[in-house]
């Protein structure tokens, strides 16, 4: 089964950026979808980004569209998060998951409401911005 690494977090002031990576291995990793999840202690986990298996479409949540940018490098099993103009609201632990589509083009994982039913998770890298 597919697993995942994610790495890239660290300590930035705000309006800095941070490129988070999420690195896979195992096999047909090109036919997940990959989302992206931040959790701060004590609250719920949320999603923020995710990228269809294709590299077609991508999603965001309100709060970060226009600051960050999810990306796909298929050659190196990696899918990134590009963050810019982080804010304090950004601190917390980043999370990226995968949820198998068999290859279907119309399957709608990242268009839904169900990212946090994703199958594959890693173990998070932390991200702190300071005021």
């Known amino acids: 089964q597919v697993q995942v690494v994610e790495s890239g977090g660290g300590s930035v002031q705000t309006g800095g950026s941070l490129r988070l990576s999420c690195t896979a291995s195992?096999?047909?990793?090109?036919?997940?979808?990959v989302v992206w999840f931040r959790q701060v202690l004590g609250k719920e986990r949320e999603g923020v980004a995710c990228s269809s298996w294709n590299g077609g479409t991508a999603y965001y949540r309100d709060s970060v569209r226009g600051r960050f940018t999810i990306s796909r490098d298929s050659a190196k099993n990696t899918v990134y998060l590009q963050m810019n103009g982080l804010k304090p609201e950004d601190t917390a632990r980043y999370y990226c998951?995968?949820?198998?589509?068999?290859?279907?083009?119309?399957?709608?994982?990242?268009?839904?409401?169900?990212?946090?039913?994703?199958?594959?998770w890693g173990q998070g890298t932390e991200v702190i911005v300071s005021s």
């Open positions: 195992g096999d047909n990793f090109d036919d997940y979808d």
């Open positions: 998951a995968g949820q198998g589509t068999g290859g279907d083009p119309t399957y709608e994982f990242c268009s839904g409401s169900s990212w946090a039913e994703a199958e594959i």
